[in-house]
Nanobody, 137 residues
């Protein structure tokens, strides 16, 4: 199994980046995909999820309206378009796959979706190694 993120880099406040996550080695169509991020000294947090069945999308409140998740099932790839970037978005961004969409959603909003997932896996089945996003002032 491989999940490989790309597209990170240095951008100024208000700028945009588009992250990609290419996956292989598992039955892509059956898995929901999530984007997570981890800033230095902080816990990993869920950013966005996209379901396997109907492509429904979900976002953490901190990024809603600025980030857009999408998936191209023909390419086994998920994207995260990030607009209006802020310094507090600086983090290493990871993609991860899970069979149960609910697990991904619990990482976004544990109070709303019934539970808090813990590291190191946060309930996700597969992880990429991450791509660094740095937003300067």
């Amino acid at each position: 199994v491989q999940m490989v993120e790309s597209g990170g880099g240095l951008v100024q406040t208000g700028g945009s980046l588009k992250l990609s996550c290419a996956a292989s080695g598992f039955t892509w169509d059956y898995y929901a995909i999530g984007w997570f991020r981890q800033a230095p000294g902080k816990e990993r947090e869920g950013v966005s999820c996209i379901s396997s069945s109907d492509g429904s999308t979900y976002y953490a409140d901190s990024v809603k309206g600025r980030f857009t998740i999408s998936r191209d099932n023909a390419k086994n790839t998920v994207y995260l378009q990030m607009n209006g970037l802020k310094p507090e978005d600086t983090a290493t961004y990871y993609c991860a796959a899970v069979e149960r969409r609910s697990t991904c959603l619990k990482n976004l909003k544990p109070d709303e979706y019934g539970g808090e997932m813990k590291g190191p896996s946060y309930g996700m089945d597969y992880w990429g190694k991450g791509t660094l996003v740095t937003v300067s002032y």
